[in-house]
């Protein structure tokens, strides 16, 4: 079965980095776009950032533009998003995320606080 596992998520402080990691299985990693969504407290999902089959990369969010970047190694079945000059606004739950068949398959998860 299609499973998505995300990794890397913690707390850090304004301006610092992580890597974000989402392992794939049970499905072709290599032929489907996969994306990055987060959650704030309450508010809705967004899309952060997706990247297709190929590597080529669309739909980035705004706010991240420059600082976030989206990246995959169809080789290890496995994405990234690493994520540069963190913001409080950027603390939020991050889910990966493919989309094949009609139907919508999610990650756990990973957290992601940045704070002082």
């Known amino acids: 079965q299609v499973q998505l596992v995300e990794s890397g998520g913690g707390l850090v402080q304004p301006g610092g980095s992580l890597r974000l990691a989402c392992a794939a299985s049970?499905?072709?990693?290599?032929?489907?776009?996969m994306n990055w969504y987060r959650q704030a407290p309450g508010k809705e999902r967004e899309l952060v950032a997706r990247i297709l089959s190929n590597g080529g990369i669309t739909n980035v969010r705004d706010s991240v533009k420059g600082r976030f970047t989206i990246s995959r190694d169809n080789a290890k079945a496995t994405m990234y998003l690493q994520m540069n000059s963190l913001k409080p606004e950027d603390t939020a739950m991050y889910y990966c995320?493919?989309?094949?068949?009609?139907?919508?398959?999610w990650g756990q998860g990973t957290q992601v606080t940045v704070s002082s």
């Open positions: 049970g499905f072709a990693f290599g032929v489907y776009p």
């Open positions: 995320n493919t989309k094949m068949t009609g139907s919508d398959f």
